[in-house]
Nanobody
């Protein structure tokens, strides 16, 4: 059974930094991994994605502030978030395209809360 487990959320002041981590387990091969976020009253939106070879894609709102990276040996993806602003407050979800023994390929973590406030 594939599971994505996130960690690293919390409360931070504006201008501060946080690092999110997500580890995928139970699969055979992990393809694209990424981070999405959902603020109260808003739809879930893309933050960043990364391929196995390191190709990245970012939302315009986080370019230059957030950096996505991964460790293929650990099936892990990370999100370094710098210069955080109140509008970055949201639940952040890890997402992965995972090959396993079942047809399902798209998996989500449970979410981790990031709150940016003074």
């Amino acid at each position: 059974q594939v599971q994505l487990v996130e960690s690293g959320g919390g409360l931070v002041q504006p201008g501060g930094s946080l690092r999110l981590s997500c580890v995928a387990s139970g699969g055979i091969f992990v393809y694209v991994m990424g981070w999405y976020r959902q603020a109260p009253g808003k739809q879930r939106e893309l933050v960043a994605t990364i391929t196995r070879s390191g190709g990245t894609n970012y939302a315009e709102s986080v370019k230059g502030r957030f950096t996505i990276s991964r460790d293929n040996a650990k099936n892990a993806v990370y999100l370094q978030m710098n210069s955080l602003q109140p509008e970055d407050t949201a639940v952040y979800y890890c997402n992965a395209d995972v090959l396993s023994t079942v047809p399902k390929r798209d998996y989500w973590g449970q979410g981790t809360q990031v709150t940016v406030s003074s």
